[in-house]
């Protein structure tokens, strides 16, 4: 387990295996905050994202991740809750979103290609879609992951 500090103030102990991503925040998500976590809670808190990733990757060794935001920024996530790459639409690619993973049923629009999510998710231990222009997930159920419009 890792200590953080949350934006309030507070200390709380998140275990390694419970973290699904970690990102930069940004100051419209939540003031104050320098980092996001998602495990079985959601934590804004005031560590900076690239330490508390080297910390979760001590632990998940290869199963922590890393692909690029559409702003350029790393974030880290769960490899094997993950599956990608899915497609994004020819408008979309203006805004630098190549490609997009979906780590449990919410997609994260990145920079990175389809061939890297590919190689990062078979690394990690993720699901690996096929490529294509045809290649989506057809997953109903599956939402963009909220507050992308910040990142």
Known sequence: MFEVTLVDGNKVKID????????KS????????NS???????????????????IVKAVLKEKLATLTLPNKNAFWFFGPAARGPDRVTPSQKFQNMRSAVIILKQRMYVANSP??????????????LPI????ADTD?????????QLL
Do not use: N
């Open 16 to 23: 390694e295996a419970d973290v699904i991503r970690i990102q």
């Open 36 to 54: 996001r976590i998602d495990a079985k809670l959601q934590y804004d808190v005031l560590e900076e994202a690239g330490a508390i990733a080297a």
């Open 26 to 33: 940004h100051a419209l998500m939540t003031p104050d905050s």
């Open 140 to 148: 109903a159920s599956v939402t963009d992951w909220p507050d992308q």
């Open 115 to 128: 061939e890297e999510v590919a190689k990062v998710l078979k690394d990690a231990g993720g699901q690996v």
């Open 132 to 135: 294509g222009p045809a290649a």
